[in-house]
DNA sequence: ACGATAACAGTAATCTTTACTGAATTATGG
DNA sequence: CCATAATTCAGTAAAGATTACTGTTATCGT
């Protein structure tokens, strides 16, 4: 009865399929244009919740990556992440980096440090031409 | 006329101040707060236009962290920061670690990496005695 | 001190995310 | 295959963070 209450909707399907679909990493409202084209009727809160709970279990990553709206990666597996500085785009960095080192770190008023990671800055090529163009910013 | 105008303000003096005064890595919203028991009639949208400017400027510097809200720091000079995982608090990385390299990457779709931080992730102190005490999360 | 105008306070609007509600769907045991 | 229980859903509302707008105030070069 109260075992691994994990029920594969076709709504959390759905959601997963496409993410790991793109190549882009959406925020949950991109994701969400992307995936009522199939649902038309799933609605804005539910793929908040899909993806928190799918990214809780480990089935997509959860962007830590900085700017003002969160993003998810269907790919989990570990490779780092460049950042528009204009638009908040995110590209894959395939290069292999090692991790940074978290031995001997340590930091006032913080008791553990449990991870770390590279963010890298970029231009998107949409936001290089468009500045090339002429329209700054 | 239409030269470099830039007025300093009683506002703009006191934010920058009380950012600069400031250890923790205060939101708008905290440095709204503080800022507010000498300038009770400032309102928010200052503080926040202010940070801006004062960003641009090069004056702090606008912390670009995982979190859902933006952070400002005082001190512009070169250091890392971790980031609570819990509640998203952010603490000063002394230790002086090289900047990621930068040359070399390439990303499909971007056409320039500009910069690169080491972005660490940690439990601070508050937190960590908050789920000793058995509160979970 | 004066005048042009950048910056202000206050408010409203926007955007992102989370919370709440009754209804529908799902896994499972009979 | 059908009934049952409860998770998940759609829709909506609310909360939080940030930006935009408007008329007023205060700064700075002259």
New interface residues.
């Given amino acids: 009865m109260a075992q691994a209450q994990t029920r594969m909707t076709r709504q959390r399907a759905v959601i997963l399929e496409e993410l790991r679909k793109t190549k882009s990493h959406p925020t949950a409202d991109e994701l969400y244009s992307i995936v009522r084209e199939r649902l038309p009727h799933i609605s804005l809160g539910t793929v908040y919740r899909n993806l928190d709970f799918l990214a809780d279990s480990g089935e997509i990553r959860r962007?830590?990556?900085?700017?003002?709206t969160?993003r998810f990666d269907g790919d989990i597996s570990w490779h780092q992440h460049?950042?528009?500085?204009h638009c908040g785009?995110i590209?894959?960095?395939?290069?292999p980096?090692a991790a940074?080192p978290?031995d001997?770190?340590?930091?006032?008023?913080?008791?553990?440090?449990?991870?770390?990671?590279?963010?890298?800055?970029?231009?998107?090529?949409a936001c290089?031409s468009r500045r090339e163009a002429g329209q700054q910013n």
């Avoid at 962007?63 to 003002?68: D, I, K, Q, R, T």
């Fill in positions: 962007l830590e990556a900085a700017g003002s969160k460049v950042r528009c500085v785009r590209g894959d960095v395939m290069q980096l940074p978290v001997g770190i340590q930091v006032c008023g913080f008791s553990a440090i449990v991870g770390a990671r590279i963010e890298f800055d970029g231009v998107c090529e290089a």
